[in-house]
Each structure stands twice: as structure tokens, then as C-alpha cells.
């Protein structure tokens, strides 16, 4: 009866080795779960620049259409300062080309201090839209 309840003491618990392998397999998947979080939180800066990018070209286009139904926004140019150029043509020549009452509508719709650009791809060179879609500008 002794010698039972010597083998029943000694098997309890974990050897070293069970644990240093548990250790080093959460170890692992914490490290993959990491980088996985890293990619989501890129695809989710990308996903709210775009929701923002749209609600510019929105309040541009209807900045446009109450200062002048005759004015057709062409080109949204947002600068890395998040600052927001509004052309009625594709060319990048001087200031905004649409009328001032639709800068000031637009900055009344759209405050600049609202806009902040986070995600890499936008934030560094800012973006230009035009018929095709928002792109990172150049």
C-alpha cells in the first residue's frame, strides 16, 4: 500500500519538458496571431481612408451643384496636409477651377479639420480622384 501511494505522489503534476513545449507552442501562436492583427488594422485604416475619401467626393460634388448647377466636379485632390482641391477639369493648373461659393459650401459641408488620412498608402501622398476612382496621388 506504501509503494501505491509513492507511484500516485510522484506522477502528479507536469514534467519540465510538457511545459517548455506549451510555452513555446503559445509562443508561436501568439506571434502569428500578431501578425495577423497587424493586417487587419492595415485593411481597416484603408477601408475608413476610402469612407472618407467618398464623403469628400460627395460634399464636393454637391458644393459644386448649389454654387453652380452648370459646374461638373472632374478632379478631387486631396494633399498629403489633407488639404481638398476641387476641379471642373482633369488638369492640375492653378487653384481650384470650381467657383469660390463651392469651396466655401464645400468647407461649410466639410470641415478640412474632419479629414485625417491614416492608412500607408494615403497618408504619405494623399489621393486624387477623378472618373476612374480615388487613387494615392503620385
Known amino acids: 500500500m506504501k509503494n501505491s501511494k509513492k ?5 502528479a503534476g507536469f514534467t519540465l519538458v510538457e511545459l517548455v513545449v506549451t510555452i ?28 472618407q475619401l467618398a464623403n469628400v467626393l460627395t460634399a464636393a460634388q454637391a458644393a459644386g451643384a448649389s454654387a453652380n448647377p ?23 493648373t492653378g487653384d481650384s477651377d470650381v467657383p469660390t461659393e463651392a469651396g466655401s459650401a464645400f468647407a461649410t459641408m466639410f470641415g478640412s479639420s474632419t479629414l485625417e488620412l491614416k492608412s500607408e498608402t494615403y497618408s504619405s ?14
Open 70 to 92: 452648370m459646374v461638373e466636379v472632374k478632379k478631387i485632390v486631396v494633399g498629403k496636409d489633407n488639404s481638398v482641391k476641387i476641379y471642373d477639369n482633369e488638369a492640375d
Open 24 to 51: 513555446a507552442v503559445l509562443a508561436i501562436l501568439a506571434g502569428v496571431g500578431a501578425a495577423a492583427y497587424g493586417g487587419y488594422i492595415t485593411k481597416a485604416e484603408e477601408a475608413k481612408d476610402m469612407v
Open 7 to 11: 507511484k500516485l505522489v510522484s506522477r
Open 125 to 138: 501622398k494623399g489621393a486624387t480622384w477623378t472618373s476612374a476612382g480615388w487613387a494615392a496621388s503620385k
